[in-house]
């Protein structure tokens, strides 16, 4: 059974940074590619970053881009997400979600549908 498991949420000003980890276990973690969705309160969720399976390609929602950055260390089962410069409107919940099956080394995936996994989700509040 494939359980994720985020941490690193929390409350920080405008302009700070966090860094969200996603610890996979289940599967062979190498095999499938990631990706962050959030979801602020009264909205749907959204997709904000993703990762191949490699971890050589990565897509980011215009809304973060430039300022968020995610990584995959498959030797350590993890998955993560280094947001700087944040900003109120990044105040939301954070899941990370694995993919339902395995893809070419380079492909990305950004459609919420393809995920068949999910962790249970790490808060992010900026705010002063």
């Known amino acids: 059974q494939v359980q994720l498991v985020e941490s690193g949420g929390g409350l920080v000003q405008p302009g700070g940074s966090l860094r969200l980890a996603c610890a996979a276990s289940g599967r062979t973690f190498s095999n499938y590619a990631m990706g962050w969705f959030r979801q602020a309160p009264g909205k749907e969720r959204e997709f904000v970053s993703a990762i191949s399976r490699s971890g050589g390609s990565t897509y980011y929602a215009d809304s973060v881009k430039g300022r968020f950055t995610i990584s995959k260390d498959n030797a350590k089962n993890t998955v993560y997400l280094q947001m700087n410069s944040l900003k109120p409107e990044d105040t939301a919940v954070y899941y990370c979600?694995?993919?339902?099956?395995?893809?070419?080394?380079?492909?990305?995936?950004?459609?919420?549908?393809?995920?068949?996994?999910w962790g249970q989700g790490t808060q992010v509040t900026v705010s002063s």
């Open positions: 979600a694995a993919d339902r099956s395995p893809r070419s080394a380079a492909t990305v995936v950004a459609t919420e549908v393809a995920y068949a996994y």
